[in-house]
């Protein structure tokens, strides 16, 4: 199994910062890719931006130039620098794992809320 916890998430201004962490546990040598979700109230949980251990990283469009993924292998952790927010980034962000082998993130966060101001 493996673990993840974020934490990083609150309020801020249109066009503030922040930056969310998310710390994996457990049996990490199967992830392959990490990755950010996002699920504003009344819309579809989406992908904002994915990194896996080999390869790009990729982005939604509505994100791309603003956030950056990264991720820190050796602690077992990714993070999601998000720049010029704007209110509709306003959602919960989750992190999320993909084990080698898998089609699908099977592992999730419990989420953290980022809501902009206007």
């Known amino acids: 199994q493996v673990q993840l916890v974020e934490s990083g998430g609150g309020s801020v201004r249109a066009g503030g910062s922040l930056r969310l962490s998310c710390a994996a546990s457990g049996v990490i040598f199967r992830i392959k890719t990490m990755g950010w979700y996002r699920q504003a109230q009344g819309k579809q949980r989406e992908l904002v931006a994915a990194i896996p251990t080999d390869g790009d990283t990729n982005y939604a469009d509505s994100v791309k130039g603003r956030f950056t993924i990264s991720r820190d292998t050796a602690n077992n952790a990714v993070y999601l620098a998000m720049n010029s927010l704007k209110p509709e980034d306003t959602a919960v962000y989750s992190c999320?794992?993909?084990?080698?082998?898998?089609?699908?993130?099977?592992?999730w966060g419990q989420g953290t809320q980022v809501t902009v101001s206007s």
């Open positions: 999320a794992a993909k084990p080698r082998g898998e089609s699908q993130y099977t592992h």
